[in-house]
């Protein structure tokens, strides 16, 4: 299990949400529909509390709390981006 953040996605989120070095961006689990997938990945800047999954990447900390990694069932999550939008693979 974990987190890998692409070149391209960190460059988003550097240029359209501001985030800079030093930096912590948390990835979560919301619950958004109660349909086909009911759950879908937020993102937010956070300070960890009980960090399960960490990666560091050009000097910004992304995470998932362990209350959180569930939603991996063991997976990596690749966080891309597709234009302005950032994007989530699983493998």
């Known amino acids: 299990m974990e987190l890998i953040v692409t070149p391209s996605a960190l460059s988003c989120f550097k240029e359209e949400w501001g985030i800079g070095q030093g930096e ?29 999954v960490v990666t560091v990447a050009g000097e910004v900390t992304f995470y998932m709390e362990s209350k959180d990694v569930w939603f991996l069932e063991g997976k990596s999550l690749r966080i891309d981006n597709q234009g302005e939008d950032i994007v989530f693979h699983f493998s």
């Open 24 to 52: 912590t961006v948390r990835i979560f689990v919301r619950y958004v529909s109660g349909g086909e997938t009911p759950f879908a990945f937020g993102i937010t800047r956070d300070t960890p509390i009980d960090a399960a």
